[in-house]
């Protein structure tokens, strides 16, 4: 029996077994291999001039999310940069994008020395 993943590994690379190597198997027990597909491709969807909420929906459809902060609950925001890593979810890899928010024009200020 063989599944397929996507890994780092080459497509058809033997990424993992069960039995491990070295055990003795009876004649009637099925081998589980896992075989790689390679590495997973994704395109990034345009999400310039988009909100922040409906970048997010967009990297949702693309089976992408938006990187997170270390204790920030909504992700990337106000200019600032995220990490790229991958969250595990239902086994797989979640690919992770960095989205850099404007915060619009600044509002013009003048000081005034007296």
């Given at each position: 029996?063989?599944?397929?993943i996507?890994?780092?590994?080459?497509?058809?690379?033997?990424?993992?077994?069960t039995?491990?190597?070295?055990?003795?198997?009876?004649?009637?027990?099925?081998?589980?291999?896992?075989?790689?597909?390679?590495q997973?491709?994704?395109?990034?969807?345009?999400?310039e001039?988009?909100?922040?909420?409906?970048?997010?929906?967009?990297?949702?459809?693309?089976?992408?999310?938006?990187?997170?902060?270390?204790?920030?609950?909504?992700?990337?925001?106000?200019?600032?940069?995220?990490?790229?890593?991958?969250?595990?979810?239902?086994?797989?890899?979640?690919?992770?994008?960095?989205?850099?928010v404007?915060?619009?024009?600044?509002?013009t200020?003048?000081?005034?020395?007296?």
């Amino acid at each position: 029996m063989a599944d397929r993943i996507y890994s780092d590994q080459p497509i058809n690379v033997v990424v993992r077994q069960t039995p491990t190597s070295g055990l003795l198997m009876k004649v009637s027990q099925q081998a589980h291999v896992v075989l790689s597909l390679g590495q997973r491709q994704l395109q990034i969807p345009l999400l310039e001039g988009n909100s922040l909420r409906a970048s997010r929906i967009e990297l949702l459809r693309a089976g992408l999310q938006v990187a997170k902060f270390p204790g920030d609950d909504d992700g990337a925001a106000g200019g600032r940069r995220g990490h790229s890593e991958s969250e595990t979810w239902r086994g797989a890899a979640t690919p992770r994008v960095d989205v850099l928010v404007s915060q619009g024009p600044r509002e013009t200020a003048y000081v005034m020395h007296i």
